[in-house]
């Protein structure tokens, strides 16, 4: 009977050591695991980083409770509501979006921003909660972005500036954070006054559009203007150049007439006044009518009309 016995229990001894052999081979296998593309694992053993960017692939690690493996995704790029929150395509006012200007105004400003992981391992042990993390960094930098800009600058020609700027003062600040999260865009959604001013914001705005239209209307009539009478100018100043050329020209041909006619005045002046007021005569006459009436009794003398033609 002790022999039995002693024969039962050795048996029973080998079952339950082959189970317990069987155990641990299938809870060592439970360690196999699979990274997929756009994702990077990060491998843990006994609560301590071992590997932080395991590729994508079929692996294999201590399961758990001696290991643990966490696969974030790296490729995924995320949006985030900076001053709303998005109800299918509906926006909801449900996060202050209201921000104090540089000139003591108040705007809502509501901005998208996307971002993905860059670091794996920061952004699972350092960044609890990205989607808060990025919107309270991003709302941040917006925040003091327009206390130091007047409201006139926001709504009209800093928009840009606006986005660009705020993309990298977050990006900073989550730097600072060390969250491992990369800003990849910001998009602006709406930069308004708050619904009860925002009439007398659109009559401010519309009131400074009409002043500067104005101003550029008088600004191009006065260039229109002013063109005309520099040309107007430049025109009489040439019209009185050449007027004076052509008097100098003829003066001066006149006065070498009279220098070459002086040696023969000299030797005969007589004849040199008669020969000059024929000259004239002629020419005078050459550009004038002459009418010829006989006398009114028959016996007088011949009545003679010259007119200059016309």
Known sequence: MPGRATGRSFRWGRWGFLVFVLGVCGWLATGFFSVEPGQRGIVLRFGRVVQDDVAPGLHYAFPPPIGEVHRPTTTEVRRVEVGYTMLGRLFSEARRSDMLTGDENILKIKMAVQYRVRDPSAYLFRAEEADFLVERAVDAALGALAASMPVDDILTTRKNEIQQRALSDGQALLEAYDAGLTLIDANLHEVNPPAPVIDAFTDVGSAQKDAEQ????????????????????????????????????????????????????????????????IETFERVMSRARVVILPPADGDGPQRITIYESP
């Open 214 to 277: 104005r101003v550029e209307q008088a600004r191009t009539w006065a260039a229109r203007t002013v063109s005309t009478a520099q040309a107007e100018a430049a025109r009489q100043i040439d019209d009185a150049r050449g007027l004076a050329s052509a008097r100098v020209s003829r003066a001066q041909g006149d006065a070498d007439r009279f220098v070459r006619l002086l040696p023969e005045y000299h030797r005969s002046a007589e004849l040199t006044r008669t020969r000059l007021l």
